[in-house]
């Protein structure tokens, strides 16, 4: 299922698809989020913002305003 | 004497460089600045086998060679700069076990700006914890390089590391990849119109400039055209770049590495599942918080009381040593006392920065800007704010160099004009002294200290006051930035009691030595001035005998007139009595002026300053500063000086305020601008006098 970063939940598994290079931080791609690389939510704060994220093995929190120009494809 | 090998540390943030530094350097390391930019350098002294020296230099950390802050610029200036007396023979990039997959990125980036390098592979302690075995020959095949596993806490690895810096010469200069394959085209137009250079380095070079604009390209002019690209090609060729170099770092790791899951624990996951919770993380900040605060306050007291008992004897012995006189005033009264009245702090400083110490070093930190980040942005800062504003407790120094992980300029921006409100230590005195002479010491509930508590209010009070000014800011300030965060999670870890100590030694001394240098410095010129005057102050003497003896006063009631007079008539009189009119409202006379003039150096320097000032006109009295401001009046009315409602004053005037040269002088650097630390400086002041003005009509 295709949808954004900003959408996932506790215990789902996705592949990141694209990230749209414009609204994304080079820092953020040099971590690790790129096209083809896991992403799972850890933990995340009240109102679902920052999101505690497990890219590639790396823990990192982003904002929710970032996270919506992350494409995933949530794995079943 | 041999040539030293000059060695320069490198590595993402989280990975244990600083503890390999140490480890390389032991106490052979000192900490300085970058000239004309306040980035911390850290430089140190190995003995390698057979006799060489190496010249270590610990880099910031950093992601990658594309720099998005000033400490990160640091690394690429450095590598860029091959007439850099810093240019290092060798780089030792420092990865860790854990996150190798991503530490390679910067490893993959160095090499291919053809510097020798060696790989760290730190923490290697957890490999068998994390299920984790390598295949260290292959990798250093792959990569073109020689690997050191290396555990500080095990203490392992470190002569092996030491072996392959001495023997750097037999290192691999050639790059692991080809990056310049993600657009073959331009990358020949660019070798083109530079022959001779590096072509990294001129890629660098170019996407610097979109990045940060500072790096300095006058050595590189092209020799022919070649088409530029714009901004947004340019960086995603960067992207490009990255996704390249990850295919190699994968493409190596999954021969070199293997990872078996279920031998995997992860503690930290579990662990933030409570810390990170959104009640339990917060429950879990707030007791943290306050077990700080609990230990700033009491667990200091003993040592505060040795300080102090010291300071008094010292005092005393140097006043019974010098001669009589002027001199012996200064050193004893004004200079001692007020070393003393920084020195005294110096446990709570400590106890502070060895808090702070701890929580960075855990991993802690980053799960609180975590937690915070929503809040704060409410009122226009960023998670990232947190962090600063604790540290201002302690200095705001630090504290306004720790906002350049903000990436987002206008939340960073208002982070450092609202950090000065925090209680920093320099407060901590005048804070002490003036409560002290308002606030009755009782017991409430025959439990709590009442003058604790209201300290704890001025802390309260600095809290309240940082983020109502945040607030006005974020609607005041209009500026459309981009606004990214990212913060990494890194795991939990004991904190090494090595680097908490350097860390708290390091903070500890600076502050004191600062601190030190100033309230010296204005001790003398303050006595000086205050022993100088114009000609009624040349003439003092036959005014006040004429004085004496037409109203008949003995010999020590002319003394006394003699030297207040003096005072009064001395260049820091003058300049006290000048801005009277504007304090006057405030509640102060103009000896508290003279103090708050002298205090725009350093808030601390209110007390030594008041020392001096009432030292000089009655070199006699014995007592305590305290007790001599007690006891002080205004002249005329006879009306005692400090009263609660000055006291008030004073408290709030201090709580706001801007008095801190060194704070304007780093929000000068920070902001590169003297716009903002002017409107800074100004605006605090106007604010000062406001609330001190209210306070004291209230009060009075």
């Known amino acids: 299922m295709q949808t954004t970063l900003a959408q996932i939940k506790r215990g789902e598994r996705a592949v990141i698809t694209d990230v749209s290079s414009a609204h994304i931080p080079l820092k953020l791609l040099e971590m690790g989020c790129l096209p083809g690389n896991f992403v799972e939510l850890v933990q995340a704060a009240p109102f679902s913002d920052p999101m505690y994220l497990n890219i590639n093995g790396t823990y990192l929190a982003i904002r929710k305003e970032t996270a919506i120009h992350i494409i995933i494809d949530i794995v079943p | ?700």
Not at chain 2, 123 to 149: H, N, P, W
Not at chain 2, 248 to 258: E, P, R
Not at chain 2, 641 to 663: E, H, K, P, W
């Open chain 2, 1 to 700: 004497m041999s040539k030293q090998i000059n060695v320069a540390l490198i590595g993402n943030p989280n990975t244990g460089k600083t503890s390999v530094f140490n480890a390389l350097t032991g106490l052979n390391q000192k900490v300085g600045n970058y000239p004309g930019i306040t980035v911390e350098k850290k430089e140190g002294v190995c003995k390698l086998p057979r006799g060489v020296k190496a010249h270590i230099l610990d880099l910031p950390g950093t992601y990658s060679l594309n720099a998005s802050s000033l400490d990160e610029n640091v690394v690429i200036e450095l590598l860029l700069n091959k007439n850099d007396k810093n240019f290092p023979d060798v780089a030792v990039v420092v990865s860790d076990v854990e996150h190798l997959k991503r530490n390679l990125l910067l490893f993959t980036q160095i090499k291919d700006l053809e510097i020798p390098a060696i790989l760290v592979i730190n923490m290697s302690d957890r490999m068998a914890y994390k299920g984790i075995s390598l295949d260290v020959a292959y990798l250093e095949k792959m990569l073109k390089t020689k690997i050191a596993l290396v555990s500080t806490r095990k203490k392992q690895g470190v002569e092996e590391l030491k072996e392959l810096i001495a023997n750097y010469r037999e290192l691999s200069m050639e790059p692991c990849l080809n990056a310049s394959e993600i657009d073959p085209e331009y990358f020949d137009g660019l070798r083109k119109a530079f022959p001779g250079q590096l072509l990294y380095k001129l890629w660098l070079v170019i996407t610097q400039d979109v990045n940060f604009g500072k790096t300095d390209r006058n050595e590189i002019d092209p020799v022919a055209d070649f088409k530029t690209k714009s901004k947004s090609e340019l960086k995603r060729l960067q992207q490009k770049e990255t996704i390249r170099r990850y295919q190699f770092i994968n493409d190596t790791l999954k021969v070199g590495q293997t990872i078996d899951l279920n031998a995997a624990k992860d503690l930290s996951i579990k662990l933030d599942r409570i810390l990170t919770h959104k009640v339990w993380g917060y429950v879990v900040f707030a007791i943290l918080l306050l077990l700080m605060f609990q230990a700033i306050f009491s667990w200091s007291e003993p040592f505060m009381n040795v300080i102090d008992d010291a300071f008094a004897s010292l005092s005393d012995v140097v006043s019974g040593l010098l001669p009589e006189g002027k001199l012996n005033d200064l050193i004893s009264q004004g200079i001692v006392p007020g070393i003393g009245g920084v020195v005294i702090f110096v446990p709570q400083i400590a106890m502070l920065f060895l808090f702070i110490a701890i929580l960075e070093e855990t991993g802690y930190m980053s799960r609180v800007v975590f937690l915070m980040d929503k809040t704060m942005r409410r009122f226009g800062l960023s998670g990232k704010s947190v962090v600063p504003l604790i540290s201002g407790n302690a200095c705001a120094i630090p504290a306004i160099m720790a906002t350049r992980n903000i990436e987002n300029w206008k939340e960073r921006l208002i982070t450092i004009l609202v950090t000065p409100l925090s209680v920093c230590s320099a407060r901590l005195p005048v804070y002490t002294i003036l409560i002290s002479l308002i606030v009755p010491e009782t017991k409430i509930f025959g439990l709590i200290n009442s003058q604790a508590l209201a300290l704890l209010g001025m802390y309260v009070l600095g809290i309240v006051l940082a983020i109502g000014a945040a607030i006005i800011l974020n609607k005041i300030i209009k500026m459309k930035g981009k606004s990214y965060f990212v913060v990494e999670m890194p795991t939990y870890k004991l904190p090494l009691l090595k680097n908490v100590a350097y860390t708290v030694l390091e903070k500890t001394k600076a502050f004191v030595i600062n601190a030190g240098k100033i309230i010296l410095a204005v001790s003398i010129i303050l006595w000086f001035l205050a022993t100088h005057g114009g000609k009624t102050f040349s003439n003092a003497e036959t005014i006040i005998d004429e004085r004496a003896t037409a109203l008949n006063l003995s010999e020590h009631e002319r003394d006394t007139e003699l030297a207040s007079f003096q005072l009064e008539n001395s260049y820091i009189g003058m300049m006290g009595k000048a801005i009277e009119p504007v304090i006057k409202p405030l509640g102060y006379d103009w000896k508290i002026g003279i103090a708050i003039i002298t205090s725009f150096a350093a808030r601390e320097v209110f007390v030594g300053t008041l020392a001096t000032i009432y030292s000089v006109e009655n070199a006699e009295d014995e007592g305590t500063i305290r007790s001599r401001m007690a006891s002080a009046t205004f002249a005329g009315t006879g009306e005692k000086v400090f009263t609660v409602a000055t006291g008030v004053s004073l408290l709030l005037f201090y709580a706001i305020a801007l008095q801190c040269a060194a704070t304007v002088a780093i929000v000068r650097k920070e902001t590169n601008s003297w716009k903002w630390p002017l409107i800074q400086l100004i605006g605090l002041g106007v604010m000062a006098y406001l609330f001190a003005l209210i306070g004291f009509s209230i009060f009075k």
